[in-house]
């Protein structure tokens, strides 16, 4: 039931996009996108409830399909404070309310 | 300032020697979970509490005891910990259930059992 994140690691130049994508087997209910800087705690950017639905604040957004299996993560015109692991976490449709799965993480690195 | 407090941050133990590591939330959440996270695998659920004397399995609850008899405080205990639970525990908190608020999450407790 993990969802699948890809890629697994992606490296940039200050100023380029990049694009996350984490994909579910099962329907989801909702879907939260952090990002991990090295040493710290996960941070919460944003959580997708409605299939359909796009979201975003700054240069980060994401979006979540209409079937609400897949949702992508998208940084435009990067920034070195980008850099880190972005994790998804999906709350699966008929699943415990209480239980969020995460994926394994995708390691981003943006270069000067 | 808004915010969940783990304690210790760094914990080397012993093979069986219990032990608990503490998170209060000062945000009157209502939900609070632990996890942990090792190279590669991403974060891993253990327990979560829906509310006050609510608690509930995650994806990998063995080895661990979770209680919440208080709003605000949701401690973890491994009452016999091995080498194999050595990782990075994170507790988590949000307003109500995940399925409709973001986590914040306390700066991590590394434990090391040897």
């Known amino acids: 039931q993990q969802p699948v994140q890809s890629p697994q690691a992606v490296i940039l130049r200050e100023g380029e996009d990049a694009v996350i994508n984490c994909s579910s087997s099962?329907?989801?209910?909702?879907v939260h996108w952090y990002r991990q800087k090295h040493g710290e705690a996960p941070v919460f950017l944003m959580i997708?409830?409605?299939?359909?639905e796009q979201k975003g604040h700054d240069k980060i957004s994401a979006s979540f399909n209409e079937k609400k299996q897949q949702s992508s993560l998208y940084l435009t015109a990067s920034q070195l404070s980008y850099s880190g692991t972005y994790f998804c976490?999906?709350?699966?449709?008929?699943?415990?309310?209480?239980?969020?799965?995460f994926g394994k993480g995708t390691k981003l690195s943006v270069k000067p | 300032e808004a915010q969940v407090t783990q304690n210790p941050r760094y914990l080397i133990t012993v093979t069986g020697k219990k032990l608990t590591v503490t998170c209060s939330q000062n945000?009157?959440?209502?939900?609070m979970s632990w996890y942990r996270q090792d190279p590669g695998l991403g974060l891993r659920q253990i327990y979560y509490?829906?509310?006050?004397?609510?608690?509930d399995k995650g994806d990998v609850p063995e080895g661990y005891k979770v209680s919440r008899k208080e709003k605000r405080n949701f401690p973890l205990i491994l009452e016999s910990p091995s080498p194999n639970q050595t990782s990075l525990y994170f507790c988590?908190?949000?307003?109500?259930?995940?399925?409709?608020?973001?986590?914040?999450f306390g700066s991590g407790t590394r434990l090391t059992v040897v």
């Open positions: 988590a908190s949000s307003l109500k259930g995940p399925y409709n608020y973001g986590y914040t």
């Open positions: 099962k329907a989801l209910y909702s």
């Open positions: 997708l409830l409605k299939g359909g």
């Open positions: 976490g999906t709350a699966i449709y008929g699943g415990s309310q209480g239980n969020l799965i």
């Open positions: 945000m009157n959440h209502e939900y």
């Open positions: 509490s829906m509310n006050v004397e609510v608690t």
